[in-house]
């Protein structure tokens, strides 16, 4: 019996709907330099499966993925199409399932076996849980033996189809055992450095990609793998050398000479990387990502004029960070002392990830100039959610404070802890400005609060233990407070600070020193000075206490606490 019109019809219909959907994943997958899928065999579908179909791509059109990718591996089970599996496939990882996209990917690969495509993104989706590690080598080791005249493009391949696991150091066995048979390539070798490079054993990268110079010497991916890996070993020096040596034979690599620049970067020889910038800048004068870098080391190096340049050429190529640029021409402006052009950089941010913190500097820099309440209306935003609104708040604590008015700056957390009485920030925030009032016990109130809530936080044992050292106050139960914030944060110079105030306040001076000498060497924050001075002062060591404090005041001429120290002792 002849089929009716209606059911040609939906034949023809749902033909037309596969074919439209496949070619739209076969540009996509074009575009993204993919090969294209070669034609399937036209389906005949039932009134369900077509059905089916057309929920997949109505949800898919209408934003719910999650019925989408059940729709279509729906469809890819009963028609076993790998067209239709490689669709579910790409719709399951733009939705983040990938027990989905497992899914879809075996069905691909079973529908067309001959597929490297199916076959490595079956392995990517099987690296995504590491109990199917065995299930992941079998595939790949598969991969590498049917495909011999492409063994080195696939070795190449092997971290990016393993880059999903999560015990890196399996990824470095996996790479070894898959390896093993091809040695005699130098993509194998590379293959073992960029694993161990990923499990953070720059040694054993180093002898890896040693393998690969040997097999292929002077291979810039093998040198520049390298230099990375001697970098990781805090060998930088010796990395700068072999690019320097490399750039010697091949002087026209740009991806050689890019990361020279990097390596000198990461060695603070800010000068000579922006000339490495630069040469490179010379060929790309359009690059955005070179006028950013450019610019970024002249701000680095005070050339303010060469700074805003580049970044306004940064800005006008299209850079993806235009908000950060922004900032950045903002602080420029800042430094040149041109306050409206500073604010209208930090107005054009908008409603950008850096929105907020060119608020906040847009406030500080209207209070530095005299226009605190400019300042505060800037930090107001009613309508923000709980996050930003307490951001905007401890902002608006820290102007006030700042600027001599403290009592203000209590009753704004006052008021915004009525409404969040537990919260943490704000809890610690208050304390410190109570005690700047001198209102101890308010302080010490809302620290042990603190403390009840969250049993390690560090900076409010610490900030309790100085406060009763510092006053003279019950020194032994200081001493205990601030040892337990130095339990949780040993290396915190505040707190190794802490704790040689309150053993000089004691008495303890030889090991108050110790301490001090110690957070000094972390930071040399102008209060650690004040203090080592002091202790240093005490034990009858005038020339180095004078010497520690004219540094401190020449790095911070306008820190109070340090000039009151040296007042009251040179007199």
Avoid at 355 to 376: F, H, I, P, S
């Amino acid at each position: 019996m002849k089929p009716s019109s209606s059911r040609k019809l939906a034949r023809l219909a749902s033909r037309l709907l596969i074919s439209a959907a496949l070619a739209g994943s076969a540009a996509h997958a074009h575009e993204g330099g993919a090969p294209q899928p070669a034609p399937g065999p036209a389906q005949e579908l039932t009134a369900e499966t077509l059905y089916q179909f057309l929920l997949a791509e109505i949800a898919g059109a209408r934003g719910e993925l999650g019925l989408s990718v059940q729709a279509y591996l729906e469809v890819a089970k009963r028609t076993r199409d790998p067209r239709i599996a490689r669709r579910a496939a790409e719709i399951a990882l733009y939705a983040r399932n990938i027990e989905g996209a497992t899914q879809a990917a075996r069905i691909w690969l079973e529908a067309e076996p001959e597929s490297e495509e199916a076959r490595r993104l079956l392995a990517g989706m099987l690296a995504s849980n590491d109990n199917r590690l065995g299930d992941i080598q079998s595939h790949l080791a598969r991969v590498l033996a049917d495909n011999p005249e492409r063994i080195g493009e696939h070795l190449m391949e092997l971290n990016r189809a393993l880059q999903r696991i999560s015990d890196k150091d399996a990824i470095v066995r996996i790479v070894n055992r898959l390896t093993e048979p091809y040695l005699q390539h130098p993509e194998a070798h590379f293959a073992r450095a960029q694993a161990a490079a990923v499990a953070e054993d720059p040694l054993e990268g180093l002898a890896a990609i040693d393998g690969a110079l040997a097999l292929h010497p002077d291979w810039e991916p093998a040198v520049l793998l390298k230099t990375q890996l001697l970098q990781q070993a805090n060998a930088g020096r010796e990395a700068l050398r072999l690019i320097d040596a490399f750039l010697g034979q091949r002087p026209d690599s740009r991806n050689a000479r890019l990361t020279r620049a990097r390596l000198l970067v990461a060695q603070q020889q800010f000068e000579e990387a922006r000339s490495e910038f630069r040469t490179l800048l010379d060929g790309a004068p359009g690059d955005r990502d070179l006028n950013y870098a450019v610019a970024l080391l002249s701000a680095q190096l005070n050339d303010l004029d060469d700074a805003e340049r580049l970044f306004t050429a940064a800005l006008e190529a299209g850079h993806p960070d235009a908000s950060a640029i922004r900032l950045n021409l903002a602080q420029i402006a800042e430094r040149r002392n041109d306050i409206d052009a500073a604010l209208a950089h930090y107005a054009a941010i908008g409603g950008s990830e850096h929105a907020l913190q060119a608020r906040v500097r847009a406030a500080q820099l209207l209070a530095r100039n005299g226009r605190l309440d400019e300042a505060r209306a800037q930090l107001r935003e009613p309508d923000a959610d709980t996050e930003t609104r307490k951001r905007l708040i401890l902002a608006e604590t820290q102007l006030l404070r700042d600027n001599g008015a403290p009592e203000a700056a209590f009753a704004l957390l006052d008021e915004a802890l009525l409404e969040h009485v537990d919260d943490h920030d704000l809890l610690y925030e208050s304390a410190m400005v109570a005690e700047r009032l001198d209102r101890i016990d308010v302080m010490e109130g809302r620290l042990r609060k603190l403390i009840a809530l969250d049993p390690e936080h560090a900076h409010a044992y610490n900030a309790l233990g100085y406060t009763l050292a510092d006053r003279g106050l019950r020194l032994e139960e200081a001493e205990a407070l601030i040892l337990r914030a130095l339990q949780l944060m040993p290396d915190d110079p505040f707190i190794l600070d802490s704790l040689g105030w309150v053993l000089f306040r004691r008495g303890d001076n030889e090991e108050a020193l110790e301490h001090l000498e110690r957070a000094y060497a972390i930071r040399a924050d102008p209060e650690i000075a004040a203090h080592l001075g002091e202790v240093l002062w005490a034990l009858e060591r005038h020339h180095e206490a004078n010497a520690i404090w004219d540094d401190a005041l020449a790095e911070h001429p306008d820190h109070r606490p340090l000039q009151d120290t040296i007042r009251r002792l040179r007199r």
